[in-house]
């Protein structure tokens, strides 16, 4: 059986398996926004964030709030699958980004890398922000922040250090 307690996979592979899975999506928002494929791909890219969510380091309430997003993305984009009205898929989809812009800003905030928090707090604060004003700006107003989370997925692959390499790096340098 699994052990919970084991890291069958790194941090660095779960960062990139929803870039890889979201780039196409991304490509395909800015060519054809109404592409089919695009919510199938978006149901996996999104189900590939739960591994992510568990192992990023941030409180309770921000994890929690991970995996609220991917819950409501997952239901809005399987409504748009089933065809159900448009504005209600989008509305659920908008109310999942506040949850990820909370989740993606607290567990930025907690990183070492300075490249990972200041995309992390802008990505999370542009999905949050646009889910308030989605009513009255156009869908293209939400793409910079479909690039900005392909960037923040590559800095969290990029900027990972396991745990071991952290404890043995000293934060400051040692004075003598």
């Known amino acids: 059986m699994f052990d919970a307690r084991r890291r069958y996979v790194s941090l660095r592979l779960l960062a990139l398996l929803p870039l890889v899975l979201f780039f196409p999506a991304v490509i395909a928002f800015f060519v054809d926004p109404d592409v089919a494929w695009g919510e199938y791909l978006g149901v996996f890219f999104h189900l590939s964030i739960l591994f992510l969510v568990s192992r990023l380091e941030a409180a ?8 609220g997003w991917v819950a409501l993305d997952v239901l809005a984009g399987i409504l748009m699958i089933n065809e159900v009205a448009y504005d209600t898929a989008w509305a659920v989809r908008l109310g999942g980004h506040v949850l990820a812009g909370v989740w993606i800003v607290s567990s930025s ?11 992390g ?8 922000g646009y ?14 922040a479909g ?28 004075t003598a």
Do not use: D, M, Q
């Not at 889910?131 to 910079?144: A, C, D, H, I, K």
């Open 131 to 144: 889910s308030f004003v989605g009513n009255v700006l156009p869908e293209s107003f939400l793409r910079p």
């Open 147 to 174: 690039i900005l989370i392909l960037v923040w997925f590559a800095l969290l692959a990029i900027f990972h250090r396991p745990a071991e390499e952290r404890a043995a790096t000293p934060i400051s340098p040692a």
């Open 109 to 119: 905030l907690v990183n070492r890398a300075w490249p990972v928090t200041a995309v």
């Open 60 to 67: 309770p309430w921000a994890k929690a709030a991970g995996y």
């Open 121 to 128: 707090v802008i990505t999370g604060l542009w999905l949050t």
